[in-house]
């Protein structure tokens, strides 16, 4: 397990003549354990903290840190599951997930077994021969996930992993990420727009407008979770009034807009 900070994080963007202030300031402590969702509307810096966690990019000022350790680039500490599952089309669903051993001091064998014994604990233990376009969606979504998971990484990243599955495959798929999560503890920080599905997942919930944090929010639920539960629902209520009223205030403030570059 691994503890994450981020402190007083800073990170632009330049689009075209602009420039978009994507985080300001920014600290965020994140347990050795826990799960934390960010949760907010678009362009509210979400996807940026990944990158910067991933080592995708760096901050313009802070410093991000595991461990204590500041991350400068990308490390098999910590996996990143993406929206779409970036499979490589050629290979197998053993092999995609076996890929990422492949730096690591196992034979072939032993990769590969790995590479079953991981997807056999996401339900795909019937489809290790099945190339990506023989797979649905929601599965090669899951070999995604059992490929990060097979590093054993410290970290789990994932953003918006399953903001395109129908509805039905999007709630066996949330149910899954719980039951690995119970069963590995492994320090979670995941991107999502929707409400429900942060309270169903979530130990936190940071709720972020433009440029930063505006509430961090204990989940106060044991697992499993029931989304038709009444305290769930209110509670679903309450982050989504104060939601709208923090996109409400940036309308009326004009909160962190974006500046023309000077010449």
Same mark, same amino acid.
């Given at each position: 397990?691994?503890?994450?900070?981020?402190?007083?994080?800073?990170?632009?963007?330049?689009?075209?003549?602009?420039?978009?202030?994507?985080?300001?300031?920014?600290?965020?402590?994140?347990?050795?354990?826990?799960?934390?969702?960010?949760?907010?509307?678009?362009?509210?810096?979400k996807t940026t903290f990944i990158g910067l966690l991933a080592g995708f990019e760096r901050p313009d000022q802070g410093r991000v840190t595991v461990n204590g350790v500041e991350i400068?680039?990308?490390?098999?500490?910590?996996?990143?599951?993406?929206?779409?599952?970036?499979?490589?089309?050629?290979?197998?669903?053993?092999?995609?997930?076996?890929?990422?051993?492949?730096?690591?001091?196992?034979?072939?064998?032993?990769?590969?077994?790995?590479?079953?014994?991981?997807?056999?604990?996401?339900?795909?233990?019937?489809? !290790?021969? @099945?190339?990506? *376009?023989?797979?649905? %969606?929601?599965?090669?979504?899951?070999?995604?996930? +059992?490929?990060? =998971?097979?590093?054993?990484?410290?970290?789990?990243?994932?953003?918006?992993?399953?903001?395109?599955?129908?509805?039905?495959?999007?709630?066996?798929?949330?149910?899954?990420?719980?039951?690995?999560?119970?069963?590995?503890?492994?320090?979670?920080?995941?991107?999502?727009?929707?409400?429900?599905?942060?309270?169903?997942?979530?130990?936190?919930?940071?709720?972020?407008?433009?440029?930063?944090?505006?509430?961090?929010?204990?989940?106060?639920?044991?697992?499993?979770?029931?989304?038709?539960?009444?305290?769930?629902?209110? !509670?679903? @209520?309450?982050? *989504?009034?104060?939601? %709208?009223?923090?996109?409400?205030?940036?309308?009326? +403030?004009?909160? =962190?807009?974006?500046?023309?570059?000077?010449?």
């Amino acid at each position: 397990m691994a503890h994450v900070n981020f402190n007083n994080v800073s990170k632009h963007y330049v689009q075209g003549d602009r420039v978009v202030q994507a985080l300001l300031n920014c600290s965020l402590n994140i347990e050795s354990g826990e799960f934390v969702s960010l949760l907010g509307p678009s362009g509210t810096g979400k996807t940026t903290f990944i990158g910067l966690l991933a080592g995708f990019e760096r901050p313009d000022q802070g410093r991000v840190t595991v461990n204590g350790v500041e991350i400068v680039k990308p490390g098999p500490d910590r996996a990143v599951v993406f929206q779409a599952p970036t499979l490589f089309p050629w290979q197998n669903a053993l092999d995609n997930v076996a890929q990422g051993l492949r730096a690591s001091q196992l034979t072939r064998s032993e990769r590969r077994a790995r590479a079953a014994e991981q997807l056999g604990e996401v339900g795909l233990g019937h489809a !290790l021969d @099945r190339l990506p *376009h023989q797979m649905s %969606g929601g599965m090669q979504q899951r070999v995604g996930i +059992a490929r990060a =998971l097979v590093m054993e990484p410290k970290v789990l990243l994932m953003d918006e992993p399953f903001a395109a599955l129908d509805a039905y495959v999007r709630s066996e798929a949330q149910k899954l990420i719980v039951t690995l999560w119970l069963r590995r503890r492994v320090t979670t920080l995941f991107v999502t727009h929707s409400i429900e599905e942060a309270l169903f997942l979530s130990t936190r919930i940071v709720i972020m407008a433009k440029g930063g944090i505006t509430q961090d929010i204990a989940v106060p639920f044991e697992f499993p979770r029931d989304p038709t539960d009444a305290e769930f629902n209110n !509670l679903r @209520r309450t982050i *989504h009034d104060r939601i %709208g009223a923090g996109v409400e205030t940036e309308r009326k +403030a004009g909160t =962190l807009p974006s500046a023309k570059l000077k010449n």
